[in-house]
């Protein structure tokens, strides 16, 4: 398979523009479907709702129009893409009437990342997102390539950035001597996605749920009259609704299970000397490439949960921004599976200069006061839940008050639990004890440091010192004012400077010229 770097130190007019491959339409055409469809989504959810009582016709016809302009000038878009690289950018045009243009500094590229979604394996096409530190979104995102010219196009970008000639695969090709650093298994992947229950997850069982309830009115509340008598009797009101929690549970275990299993089947994570490659999925199969000179943060998340069945994840971030609630969505690479043991060994490849395994790492724990913020808040939050419940429901309602005890127990171990260090070149934090996520930042790579303090941390003398790198942050544990006021000066690592030309004091004896002066004229 061809990977010839197009040309790139030449002129812009010596280098000719490159097209997408002429599939690349039938490519885009699902993907730009779902996009639209989500935004059309609150239209079309009334109306499925409602039945019969839906949008009027006009009103469909009026989106229906509105859907097909925006898919065909979607379309109209990926057929008049082109790019090419000049110098040291990336140019990406698009449009005939109006026409688009975006010029991405090589130098400035933090990853490359090429995406395989099931209709371009068919038509034998794959996606390159080109990303860099400027914005939530890929900068460049080129869907419908040929392989061979993908191949090129990341070889021309790393040439240009000087990175050496790090092999670029597709997504399901490996080279023998690249050394494996971390493989998921699908028992693996079955318990990272029934360990990581998050809004997505809810969103599609509440979905579902919707067409239970149709089905339980149809076939089950029919059978349920028919034996009433049985299913009245004292105590089958707890075990139905055991059963429906029990079963609510499981659902919830399966979806995000599957969903596991679809985002990191077959997942490969490798050491290509400079770079980082992550590979992964069923049917859109994902390939990362991260270069390890740009790492800037690494993640370990380590639920209890987890924690128990001897496993965590690992998030490596670099200044490529990415948009997601969740911080797993915004990470560039995401190892889902990491066993316990191997934990210190997997993160010394990310973070040579780590000293020591994270756990014999000897943290600094949170201000004493800070406990007492903490139990404060907990107790205002179940004073906030109980009150109302006692309030509406009496007894029952009463029952809300056991928040308080389990709230401060868990004040107390999210305080206990915490830590934070300064190596010389890292800072690591420590956070949670229900979800336990150790942060390991490079402060080479920090971008500003603020203290904040409160009205109520003021009256303790505490504060939060946020430390902030490109496109995300972390907060280290409460720490006394004075302190935060100290690791503001002390956190951002010293950069090694250029050395500038020794200063020269002006010659007395010469006439001082201004520097707004004019120049003297020449003589003729």
């Known amino acids: 398979m061809s990977s010839e770097p197009v040309v790139a130190l030449a002129s812009a007019e010596e280098v000719p523009w490159k097209r997408l491959s002429a599939k690349a339409p039938l490519a885009a055409l699902v993907p ?48 008049t893409l082109s790019y090419r690289v000049v110098g040291a950018q ?42 860099t530190a400027s914005g939530g979104k890929a900068d460049g995102h080129l869907r419908g390539l040929t392989p061979e010219d993908a191949q090129a196009l990341i070889h021309t970008l790393q040439a240009v950035r000087r ?39 809810l969103a599609v069982v509440l979905g579902a749920l919707h067409e239970i309830t149709e089905t339980f009115h149809k076939l089950l509340l029919p059978w349920m009259e028919a034996h009433w008598e049985a299913l009245a009797a004292p105590g089958m009101g707890w075990v139905a609704a055991t059963v429906a929690a029990l079963v609510g549970l499981f659902g919830l275990w399966l979806v995000s299970g599957a969903r596991a299993v679809l985002r990191f ?28 000179a740009r790492i800037q943060q690494v993640v370990l998340d380590e639920p209890l949960l987890r924690r128990t069945l001897g496993f965590g994840s690992v998030e490596v971030e670099t200044a490529g921004v990415r948009t997601g609630k969740e911080s797993a ?14 934990m210190p060994e997997l993160l010394r490849e990310f973070v040579p200069e780590l000293p020591d395994a994270i756990a014999a790492l000897p943290l600094q724990g949170a201000h004493p006061k800070a406990l007492l913020r903490a139990r404060i808040r907990a107790v205002g939050l179940s004073v906030l839940v109980a009150a109302p419940a006692t309030w509406f429901w009496g007894a029952w309602g009463a029952v809300a008050w056991l928040l308080l005890p389990a709230q401060l127990l868990g004040a107390w171990f999210d305080w206990r639990f915490q830590g934070w260090l300064v190596t010389e070149a890292l800072v690591v934090v420590r956070q949670g004890f229900w979800r336990r996520r150790t942060t390991v930042v490079q402060r080479a790579r920090i971008q500003s440091v603020r203290a904040r303090q409160g009205p109520l941390e003021r009256g303790y003398g505490i504060a939060h010192v946020r430390i902030d790198v490109a496109g995300s942050h972390v907060i280290l544990p409460s720490v006394g004012w004075t302190e935060a006021q100290s690791l503001i000066d002390v956190l951002p690592a010293r950069r090694p400077t250029r050395h500038a030309p020794p200063a020269r004091l002006p010659d007395a004896s010469q006439p001082e010229v201004s520097a707004h002066c004019p120049p003297a004229p020449s003589s003729r």
């Open 90 to 131: 990336l140019e990406i045009r698009s449009g005939i009437f109006t026409r688009t243009s975006r010029f991405i500094e090589a130098a400035r590229v933090q990853n490359t990342e090429v995406v395989q979604p099931f209709v371009s394996k068919l038509l034998g096409l794959v996606e390159v997102k080109v990303e």
């Open 265 to 292: 089947h077959g997942f490969r994570l490798v050491d290509t000397g400079t770079h980082l490659r992550a590979v992964g999925g069923l049917i859109t199969r994902r390939q990362v490439t991260v270069r390890r």
């Open 329 to 342: 969505d915004r990470a560039e690479l995401l190892v889902p599976v990491v066993p316990t043991a191997r």
């Open 32 to 79: 730009l479907s779902g996009t639209i469809g989500r935004m059309l989504l609150g239209a079309l959810l009334p109306t499925y709702f409602a039945g019969d009582r839906g949008l009027p016709v006009v009103l469909w016809v009026i989106v229906l129009s509105i859907a097909t302009l925006m898919l065909a000038a979607g379309l109209y878009e990926v057929a």
């Open 163 to 201: 990175e050496g000639a790090a092999a670029v695969l597709l997504p399901g090709e490996a080279a023998p001597e690249e050394r494996v650093l971390s493989e998921a298994h699908l028992g693996g992947l079955l318990l990272y996605g029934a360990t990581a229950l998050g809004l997505g997850v």
